[in-house]
């Protein structure tokens, strides 16, 4: 942008948000984040709280069928991430959690 970014031209992610802290106050609190990168783009992240990305996603009804699961980490962090539209802001859901991988038992243990 050849201009300085404004808070004004965040608006519309601020304003969502504060929908969000209105309508949906008695949720989890997330992780947030309003970039002057993506000025129309809200984020909430959950760390080590699946459950609490779930809530969110049932609570604004996003479609579970829009969720993608990855790993990272070397495959020990699941990420789960959507996006919706939401009070014309593009709202990201993310969550991360531990991959629970079972014990492996050692040679000769019983």
Known sequence: M????TLDGMAVALRALR?????FGH???PDVDVSTFCPDRLRLRFHDNMSAFEAWRAALGVDP????YSEQSAGLTR???TTADFAGAVLE????GDVHVPAVAEAGAA
């Open 27 to 29: 949720l989890p609190a």
């Open 79 to 81: 990420v789960l991430k």
């Open 19 to 23: 929908v969000l802290a209105v309508d």
């Open 93 to 96: 859901l993310t969550g991360y």
């Open 65 to 68: 069928d829009t969720v993608v």
């Open 2 to 5: 050849s201009e300085t970014l």
